[in-house]
């Protein structure tokens, strides 16, 4: 089971932390990922961070790069998303998904398990 949290109403420059706490999966094992879905638009990914055994490799969409984070904890089975700099075009529902490490195409959705029920961010100007 996958929770997210974290998301509200900000303004452009504004930061937000989203967080995604796991449960009953072996954390360690899991590539996570964040994706978002603008409003009228399909689902599309942000980051991810692949499974703590693989090195923990983080990738972002071009959107994003330079200003989102993505970090874990694994203590508390956890999963960041670092939102600096928002933008308007960064309002969307933010999910956070899971699978068990597989190395290669960690941007399309389908290939993720197990899917959080999503936190909305707005940025109003």
């Known amino acids: 089971q996958l929770q997210a949290s974290g998301g509200g109403l900000v303004q452009t420059g504004d930061s937000l932390r989203l967080s995604c706490t796991t449960s009953g999966i072996t954390f360690t094992n899991y590539d996570m990922g964040w994706f978002h879905q603008p409003p009228g638009k399909e689902r599309e990914f942000v980051s991810s961070?692949?499974?703590?055994?693989?090195?923990?490799?983080?990738a972002f969409a071009g959107s994003v790069k330079g200003r989102f984070t993505i970090s874990k904890d694994n203590t508390k089975r956890t999963v960041y998303l670092q939102m600096n700099s928002l933008k308007l075009e960064d309002t969307a529902v933010y999910h956070c998904?899971?699978?068990?490490?597989?190395?290669?195409?960690?941007?399309?959705?389908?290939?993720?398990?197990?899917w959080g029920q999503g936190t909305q961010v707005t940025v109003s100007s």
């Open positions: 998904a899971a699978r068990r490490h597989w190395p290669g195409n960690y941007f399309g959705s389908d290939t993720y398990n197990y």
């Open positions: 961070i692949s499974s703590s055994g693989s090195g923990s490799s983080t």
